[in-house]
């Protein structure tokens, strides 16, 4: 975090809570430049290194004004904000949005704060909470982000981070006033906790091509996304995922109708290591519903080739696996391919780099006997996580 010739450094186990790790003073001017840097500390080897959940996560709020779609609600609105219990307006030491802040003692009594902007339009928003910092600030502030799929609960701690944009999360909301933050005192644990401002800043819609469209099955905690550009597709996914013996599904899905039957291709080009379940590929399914028939040939980021499927509504998932001995990524893709040919679904993998030919192509297990004749087909990724999007990268795609 830089604020002005201060520099200083705090690490994360979630990305919420945060621990002091140090400052330095170091005058700038000019431009100055910010990302990411790795070194192997030896002139001679390369050192790779995966680094994701990059994003300017919390935002100086002398920049906000760039951010020209944003709601921002401020403790002072004369509509939005519900207060209850025993809260005192304050300015010191500084660091709220707009003229003050409300400051309240923890455990004493039951003091909320709600925050409900009026959302325009039904869709993704990244949420943001401000607070002013100070050394008695509780670090287990409770705040809970009300959407579409029910209630997160989060523990913010603010002892770090005054100023800032802090990062809640990216959830689904409906238009109109039901979305909402709640700040509450019931688990704060020092001497005080404050409730400031919050911001929800719609995420951008991006296009598909038709008559594909993307859809989180299962209802995920966290919610998912798809975009296409230039062939590729990246395809964001939360939730539990797709499990063996399961009989019902979290995951994101790229998705449109099909009549007759179908191959499906796509060659992955990577997905983010969540768990060891997550997974990216091709699906046929009979429906959107969470607990849905459907055949699926995916790859794990530990380098396995899946053939899942569940041939009864409501019925136990199981699969069939390979080790293909590679984990999916730009120079090392993989290829998967489901065959739907009547009612007969067999799944394969690749390992080319290029077009496989028909002799590079290995089958997966033995074909699965389902009967479908209306049933939507594409892609899917899921990280296993209920809590943490996996992001994965598809080319080659075919329908």
């Known amino acids: 975090m830089r604020q002005g010739n201060v520099i200083t450094g705090y690490r994360s186990a979630d990305g919420l809570n945060w621990s002091y790790a140090g400052n330095q003073t170091v005058a700038m001017t000019g431009t100055a430049y910010f990302g990411v840097a790795v070194s192997s500390g030896n002139t001679t080897t390369l050192n790779t290194t995966s ?9 100086d709020i002398t920049k906000t004004s760039s951010v020209a779609s944003a709601l921002v609600l401020d403790n002072a609105a004369t509509s939005g904000v519900t207060v209850t219990g025993s809260w005192t307006t304050n300015t010191s030491p500084g660091g709220f949005y707009g003229s003050n802040y409300l400051w309240a003692y923890h455990g004493i009594g039951n003091s909320t704060v709600k925050f409900a902007p009026t959302i325009p339009t039904t869709g993704q928003y990244d949420v943001y909470q401000c607070w002013s910092v100070d050394s008695a600030r509780a670090n287990n502030v409770l705040t809970t982000v009300a959407s579409t799929t029910g209630t ?8 770090v981070g005054s100023y800032l944009w802090n990062y809640l999360g990216t959830y689904n909301f409906n238009a109109g006033t039901s979305g909402n933050v709640l700040i509450s005192n019931a688990s704060a644990d020092d001497y005080g906790l404050c409730a400031d401002a919050v911001m929800f800043v719609p995420v951008p819609i991006s296009s598909l091509p038709s008559p594909k469209v993307d859809a989180d099955i299962g209802s995920p905690t966290v919610a998912g996304s798809a975009s296409y550009s230039s062939g590729v597709y990246t395809v964001k996914g939360a939730g539990s995922g797709i499990v063996s013996g ?4 979290q995951f994101n899905f790229v998705n449109q109708n099909f009549t007759t039957d179908q191959t499906l291709i796509a060659r992955v080009t990577g997905v983010a290591n969540t768990a ?10 009979d429906s959107t519903t ?10 794990s980021p530990g380098g396995w080739a899946e053939l899942y499927f569940r041939t009864s509504t409501g019925g136990t998932a199981a699969y069939t696996s390979i080790n293909s001995g590679v984990t999916p990524s730009s120079t090392t893709p993989l290829w998967v391919k489901l065959v739907k040919s009547g009612s007969s679904f067999t799944g394969y993998y690749a390992t080319t ?3 496989p030919a028909a002799s590079d192509w290995h089958q997966v297990g033995g074909s699965i006997s389902h009967s479908t004749s209306s049933y939507q087909a594409g892609l899917i990724a899921t990280s296993a996580v209920t809590s943490t999007l996996t992001t994965a990268t598809f080319d080659n795609v075919s329908p």
């Not at 060891?276 to 399914?285: H, L, P, W």
């Not at 969470?290 to 790859?299: C, E, H, P």
């Open 51 to 59: 680094i994701d959940n990059i994003d300017n996560f919390d935002i």
């Open 152 to 159: 997160t609960s989060l523990l913010a701690n603010q002892k």
């Open 246 to 249: 399961g009989t019902s599904d």
């Open 276 to 285: 060891f379940s997550a997974k990216a590929g091709v699906m046929i399914r």
């Open 290 to 299: 969470a607990n849905s028939a459907f055949v699926m040939m995916d790859i």
């Open 353 to 355: 780099v290029g077009t």
